[in-house]
């Protein structure tokens, strides 16, 4: 058996520790992208307490590279921050209160809070909740993610940072 060269063992090394090398296809493991189902399933997702980013899609060339991106962000974010991804065509009501014309978009919701009952309640077993929702404009990758997170104050991980 021939020994590898130092360009192999290097390219190799690079390979297995860098996190950022693109030119290679990355082991992610399992999914860690939630689908839409439900307008429920996605309010107990947002009940778990963790940051959830939400990404509106229709079918295109540019939504298999998004999907990409959302596996690799979610592989590394996990389980502090949760990934969903909503085919519009399936669910246009969901995506119609988002009120945005160009797809695919992402928002990214947190800090869910009981919301203070002003009125007149109709049914006292209904709980109302306020959650922030923060456009994501910033570089689709996990790289960009993780800027948004430190730039927002979102903890994406157990640091206390």
């Given at each position: 058996?021939?020994?590898?060269?130092?360009?192999d063992?290097m390219l190799?090394?690079?390979r297995?520790s860098?996190k950022?090398?693109t030119?290679?296809?990355?082991?992610?493991?399992?999914?860690?992208?939630?689908?839409?189902t439900?307008?429920?399933?996605?309010v107990q997702l947002?009940?778990?307490?963790?940051?959830?980013?939400?990404a509106?899609?229709i079918r295109?060339n540019y939504?298999?590279?998004?999907?990409?991106?959302?596996?690799?962000?979610?592989a590394?974010?996990y389980?502090?921050v949760k990934?969903?991804?909503?085919?519009?065509p399936?669910?246009p009501g969901f995506?119609i209160?988002?009120?945005r014309?160009?797809?695919p978009?992402?928002?990214?919701f947190?800090n869910p809070e009981?919301?203070?009952n002003?009125?007149?309640?109709a049914?006292p077993n209904?709980?109302?909740?306020s959650?922030k929702?923060?456009?994501?404009?910033?570089d689709?990758?996990?790289?960009?993610?993780r800027?948004?997170?430190k730039?927002?104050?979102i903890?994406?991980?157990?640091?206390?940072k």
């Amino acid at each position: 058996m021939e020994e590898k060269s130092f360009l192999d063992r290097m390219l190799g090394h690079l390979r297995e520790s860098c996190k950022y090398y693109t030119g290679y296809p990355k082991d992610l493991g399992p999914s860690r992208v939630v689908h839409f189902t439900s307008e429920r399933e996605f309010v107990q997702l947002l009940h778990q307490g963790y940051p959830v980013v939400v990404a509106f899609t229709i079918r295109g060339n540019y939504t298999k590279h998004l999907d990409r991106v959302l596996e690799e962000a979610a592989a590394e974010f996990y389980p502090h921050v949760k990934f969903l991804r909503v085919e519009c065509p399936k669910y246009p009501g969901f995506c119609i209160t988002r009120q945005r014309k160009e797809y695919p978009f992402i928002e990214i919701f947190h800090n869910p809070e009981q919301a203070a009952n002003l009125g007149r309640v109709a049914d006292p077993n209904i709980t109302k909740y306020s959650v922030k929702v923060l456009p994501f404009n910033y570089d689709q990758s996990a790289y960009g993610f993780r800027e948004f997170f430190k730039r927002h104050g979102i903890r994406s991980s157990l640091d206390p940072k």
